[in-house]
């Protein structure tokens, strides 16, 4: 039974010659600056919402960032972030950034958030793995044509699931309501509710919470979508998608 992660199914939709190079070929590109600032906020605020849950209130400012350096380490040698784009072993392209300041500037919207949101949400799982099977609806359809969607969850209150995004720009509610994270993991928790909360770098560094609602028939709609792209991918067809920013020189 094939696994499949919402990375790729993203990656599948962007341009299915780019997930042939990375999950066939295993053609990753270096990771970059911004996305060791990324991991190590994550985890940073992963352990802040960890330290609630025992003892009912946010990490210290000295203690979150203790957390966030400890991260941004092992984020630069590989060993914490989405392992599908920053694996062990591999050089961070910091693509003329000042490492430093990237530090910085990560830390300083990780305790903006630490701040203002982790004291008013009462987690019950933080950063878990999560595994569902997607069957094909219709009697003729078997058990062989059936997927694993897996996904890690970043923050889940029981009844919506909250995904942390570090951007430099907002996120527009269309935006929210077309990303396919949000089918993923809404199927994967079975809750409707789904809450990006985009942190906005920047010297106006801001979060902005953006909500989307998934019925039941938009993730019927999404489980299809996915099952016909597992359909195309076992073909062994991966057609070239040259329109966009993938296709450019530099990626």
Known sequence: MRTISNS???TFMTCPRRW???YIKGLILPPKGVMVQGSAYHGAIKESFEYKMANSKPLSDDD???AFDTYWNKSVTGAYGDKEEMPAGESVDWEGENPSQLKDEGFKVAKLYNK???PAITPVEVE????KVIKPSGTMNHEANAVVLHGFIDCFTGDKVIDHKLKSRAMSENDAKQNSQAYAYCFLKDVPKFEFHVCIKGE????TPVGVIKTEADINWWLDSVLQICRQIETGICPPNYVGWHCSEKF
């Open 128 to 131: 878990k793995e999560a595994s």
């Open 64 to 66: 979150l960032y203790g």
């Open 116 to 118: 203002t949101y982790v």
């Open 20 to 22: 042939e190079f990375r």
């Open 8 to 10: 790729q199914i993203q």
């Open 204 to 207: 106006r560094a801001r979060i």
